[in-house]
């Protein structure tokens, strides 16, 4: 008779599919609290010390770590020595292992858990198990998800076996599954010593979706989550619309970690992980009126995030202009109903009471990671420094604050005007910064007149200044730091401009 060895923390779906292995002539070895269920299920079991003839020792710690188990299921079954071994030893064959682990990550977010629990639920015997039998899945098929339990039994009733690609892909799921329970415990210790870049960089991501396509059709893409998503578009639900594409994640996150910076009702237009519109106001509406005048016109398709409530008066207006997403974390019922009406637009709800932020940001390259802080940098009032003969007046450094805010995510050269508390000119991605200074110009037009701008880096040479002043722009914030800072702060005392000095540089590539 064939045996099958079965000890799962997740128990869906596992009563069902041991009666199928008993119908199908299985003997079943089990452990603990699998067994308990088995049993009272009235599948009958084999209780695991039976088959190593040694009791569970150290609160289970030790149960499964023995040559009957790990004998069995290492034996090549096609190599004679092998197999006299294992008969001189009187070890029977297991003949298909089902085993998931100790609940690891979901301990790990319980609140006020433990250092000492946490570390109770690493799992020891069931890696083991897991491993021992995918190197030998010549011979055996390992289960590790619950999904794969009915094609198993589907198989085994149709051919009486597992075909070798069946175990195969069985195997490589289970070095997949214990590489990534591996890596939560690495990065959890990793963490708890504080160094922050050590000698391997060891992450894990669960699949969310497979996406239609990648930046273009030709391009296969999928999309994953960290083992603790926080704020950020995956931790977000989806209330309705369509499924959401490669670009769409990448603009969603963009737009949020713009609004992470405000803590006024805010809203933010993003369009190519730039934003085309930002405003602030005393409610969401306002700020949504002011992100919209920002710039009408690139706004169309685009993304929107807010960090209130959307009600009904913003739905309305939102309902008459093509959006690819809106991000709330929340939308009142009538406005819901507004939204929804429209077949395609996605609507997800992202809590901002979950707004921490992860400590690293990782980029690929080709064959590579680059792994740096986030760029959490804010900056008070208190920071800052006024290098011109004329300070800013209040009015204007508040203005000023804002728009240092909204350049941080711009990409690189970035200038961005601001007046009345919205964006008016964003000038994003140019090789040089006086490039980037025209864009946002002629966007502004005769709005730049009484507007500030902002910088993400300091300007080497005066033409970015000469460019603002020629527009009627009467202040400026930037980092500050070039050699030729004087000249800058020359062209501003000419014509009666302040500019104030950040000493923190925000390149974004």
């Known amino acids: 008779m064939k045996r099958a060895l079965i000890s799962v923390s997740d128990k869906d779906g596992i009563v069902e599919f041991a009666k199928e292995l008993v119908g199908l002539g299985y003997e079943i070895i089990s452990t603990g609290g699998t067994k308990k269920t088995l049993d009272e299920n009235g599948i009958a079991t084999i209780g695991i010390s039976e088959v190593t003839n040694f009791p569970e020792i150290m609160d289970g710690r030790v149960k499964t770590l023995h040559p009957n188990v790990h004998g069995a299921l290492l034996c090549v079954r096609d190599n004679p020595n092998h197999v006299k071994q294992l008969e001189d030893l009187n070890i029977q064959y297991i003949d298909l292992v089902c085993v998931n682990l100790y609940p690891f990550k979901q301990t790990l977010m319980k609140d006020g858990v433990t250092h000492e629990e946490i570390i109770e639920n690493i799992d020891i015997g069931g890696p083991s198990m897991l491993r021992s039998a995918s190197k030998n899945y010549k011979f055996i098929p390992v289960l590790v998800d619950p999904k794969d339990y009915e094609p198993v039994i589907k198989e085994l009733k149709e051919n009486g076996e597992t075909c070798p690609i069946t175990r195969e892909y069985l195997a490589a799921k289970v070095f997949r599954h214990t590489a990534s329970y591996d890596a939560i415990i690495a990065q959890y210790l990793t963490e708890k010593t504080g160094e922050k870049f050590p000698e391997t960089f060891t992450v894990t991501y669960d699949k969310v979706q497979d996406l239609r396509y990648g930046e273009n059709p030709h391009q296969d893409a999928a999309f994953y989550k960290s083992a603790d998503p926080k704020y950020s578009i995956a931790n977000a639900k989806q209330l309705h619309g369509k499924e959401l594409s490669y670009n769409n994640i990448q603009d969603a996150n963009a737009c949020i970690e713009v609004l992470k910076d405000f803590d006024e009702p805010c809203a933010v237009g993003m369009k190519h992980m730039n934003p085309c519109g930002v405003g602030i106001g005393a409610t969401i509406d306002q700020a949504w009126d002011k992100a919209y005048e920002a710039d009408s016109t690139s706004i169309f398709g685009g993304i929107v995030a807010f960090n209130g409530e959307v009600e009904e008066v913003t739905a309305e207006k939102l309902s008459k202009i093509f959006l690819e997403i809106i991000i709330a974390p929340k939308f009142s019922d009538k406005a819901f ?148 800072d004087q000249l800058s702060i020359d062209v501003c005392d000419e014509h009666n401009i302040a500019m104030v000095y950040t000493g923190v540089r925000h390149f974004k590539h």
Do not use: C
Not at 361 to 368: A, F, M, S
Not at 432 to 442: D, P, S
Not at 449 to 469: C, I, L, N, R
């Open 337 to 484: 109903e507004i939204l929804s009406q429209k077949k395609n637009i996605r609507l997800l709800q992202l809590d901002t009471s979950l707004a921490v932020n992860s400590k690293l940001k990782v980029t690929n390259v080709n064959d590579g990671l680059l792994v740096q802080d986030m760029d959490l940098k804010k900056i008070s009032e208190e920071e800052l420094t006024f290098p011109t003969k004329r300070k800013p007046t209040k009015e204007e450094l508040e203005q000023l604050l804002f728009a240092w805010k909204v350049v941080k995510h711009v990409k690189s050269n970035a200038i961005v005007l601001v007046k009345d508390n919205m964006t008016i000119g964003v000038g994003a991605g140019q090789m040089n910064r006086v490039g980037a200074a025209k864009i946002a110009l002629e966007q502004a037009g005769e709005k730049a007149k009484g507007s500030v701008m902002s910088s993400d880096a300091y300007f080497p040479m005066p033409d970015t200044v000469e460019s603002a002043v020629a527009a009627g722009v009467t202040a400026i914030i930037q980092p500050g730091g070039s050699i030729k």
